[in-house]
């Protein structure tokens, strides 16, 4: 067994399906941890995943968080300290309505499997990033 152990500031990062950066952190064989920054006002593009579950923690910034499952949908204010769920299959958008990035931590299960995984949407808002 080894442990896996790396400091976000050495995390590669990467652009995200959804337009935002993330750096990419610790895996384990049953979830992921990544953490996403969406720039001061941008907006993410809304997608889905196909068979993960995300669990997000709001580390900086405020913004919203759109949601939709099936017939049902919500809009959500975000920021620093504040978590959310969603399920496999919920389409979500998000977006910064703040002069610093919007950051979360997220974890995702079973970790995430790679770019397929991420299928775009309409969604509320008109995305920048």
Do not use: K
């Not at 809304?46 to 993960?52: E, K, L, Q």
């Not at 389409?91 to 002069?99: K, L, P, V």
């Amino acid at each position: 067994m080894t442990f896996a152990v790396v400091h976000v500031d050495d995390a590669p990062e990467v652009p995200a399906p959804d337009g935002s950066a993330v750096r990419v952190l610790v895996r384990m064989p049953s979830a992921s941890m990544a953490r996403f920054s969406l720039p001061p006002f941008a907006v993410s593009r809304a997608m889905t995943h196909r068979t993960v579950a995300e669990l997000w923690y709001f580390l900086a910034g405020s913004g919203r968080m759109w949601l939709r499952a099936g017939d049902r949908q919500t809009t959500i204010n975000v920021a620093a300290g504040m978590s959310v769920a969603i399920p496999v299959g919920t389409a979500f958008q998000f977006r910064s309505d703040s002069a610093e990035p919007l950051q979360a931590i997220g974890v995702t299960t079973p970790p995430w499997p790679g770019e397929d995984e991420a299928v775009p949407v309409a969604g509320p808002w008109s995305a920048t990033a």
